[in-house]
């Protein structure tokens, strides 16, 4: 009877190994394909922007038999790419700043100090991020130009710093939650203040949260086209997707200054990627177990 139930459970085990490897092969088979179609549009823009109009046509889907390195200088210097990608950098940095500033502040906050309703409080900072930003566009509008706001960096950073805030605090107040009390007890027994317990013992583990929030911040603010259409329209300053739309309405069938173009707007987000992208993964976790 031993020998039969030991046959049995090993029967057992090799329909469950085989139905394992059966699942892994096609989960691995998934990803393959969805990294091939994620991969491949990049692919296919980078090898446009090194060639001309005319080869474009006559060889789309192979390699560029001459590399047209003028295109990079046509989105440049006709596309103005380099001025819009300053305006771009200057507004997303300070955005990118204050609201890891004042999101890591509020997060400790919520997290660590005995506030009341603490958790009320944090459903209604959620509640903020329901709203479709469509349906706040025209009472902003009538807003940021009575106080003379708009045409101005300022009439992008302010919005863009209220409307990244909510997830901000929430990602670090749920990281916050994950930092064991001896370790800020500790400080505080030390002789430490509550602002050095934050700057000694807090911001030296929240790399993980700063990286998420910074990439999430940067992603979202870098390509963002409605509300800076609507607040530069009587301006001639333009960020990038202003001056994108722009450039493709002038240049629209000109595809390797195009692509050109979009390869330059990319690098900033892959550089700033590959520098954060270690601690990422670690910051969207943190708070999903507590204790």
Not at 64 to 73: G, I, K, R, T
Not at 192 to 220: D, W
Request: aromatic fraction near 12%.
């Amino acid at each position: 009877m031993n020998t039969k139930r030991m046959n049995i459970n090993q029967k057992t085990v090799r329909m469950h190994m085989k139905g394992d490897g059966k699942a892994r092969g096609f989960s691995r088979t998934l990803l393959i394909l969805y990294c091939a179609v994620i991969v491949f549009p990049i692919i296919f823009v980078v090898m446009t922007s090194f060639k001309s109009t005319s080869e474009f046509y006559t060889n789309v889907w192979g390699l560029p038999q001459h590399v047209a390195w003028e295109n990079y200088a046509t989105a440049w210097n006709d596309a103005k790419i380099g001025q819009y990608m300053l305006n771009s950098v200057i507004i997303v940095s300070i955005v990118l700043i204050v609201s890891l500033i004042v999101g890591a502040l509020a997060g400790y906050a919520l997290s660590r100090f005995r506030i009341k309703h603490a958790e009320i409080i944090m459903l209604a900072i959620l509640a903020c991020t329901m709203l479709p930003s469509e349906s706040v566009i025209m009472p902003l509008y009538l807003i940021t130009s009575k106080i003379g706001l708009i045409g101005s960096r300022m009439s992008l950073i302010i919005p863009y710093i209220a409307w990244g805030l909510p997830m901000t605090i929430y990602i670090f107040r749920n990281f916050f939650d994950t930092i064991p009390n001896e370790l800020l007890e500790a400080a505080r027994i030390d002789g430490c203040t509550e602002v050095q317990t934050f700057t000694k013992v807090a911001i030296p583990l929240m790399l993980p949260a700063i990286a998420t929030n910074a990439i999430l911040i940067f992603v979202a603010w870098w390509g963002e086209l409605l509300w800076a259409t609507v607040a530069l329209a009587s301006s001639s300053m333009k960020t990038i997707p202003i001056g994108m739309v722009s450039f493709s309405a002038q240049f629209g069938t000109n595809w390797g200054p195009m692509c050109a173009a979009i390869c330059i707007i990319l690098i900033p987000l892959v550089v700033f990627f590959c520098f954060v992208q270690k601690y990422f993964v670690q910051g969207l976790t943190g708070g999903a177990v507590k204790g």
